[in-house]
């Protein structure tokens, strides 16, 4: 319980919000990443700004535990 816990990324690497809740339990955390899905957005007018939206909606995603 006291160790760093390695896990798949959510996204392209397999891994939904539902797999990773249980490192979450009795108050323990864990690294989440995203990395693809996040600087490949699915919009690219605006690269910047579609990266700052696509990092905000995994952010609210993993709060409220589900992922569109």
């Known amino acids: 319980p006291n160790q ?32 693809r899905s996040v600087i490949y957005p699915e919009s690219q007018d605006d690269w910047q700004s579609d990266i700052e939206h696509a990092a905000f909606k995994l952010a609210e995603e993993l709060k409220v535990g589900n992922i569109a």
């Open 4 to 35: 760093v816990f390695l896990m798949p990324g959510i996204g392209v690497q397999g891994a939904t919000i539902s797999d990773v809740q249980p490192c979450f339990a009795d108050g323990h955390g864990a690294l989440v990443t995203a990395s």
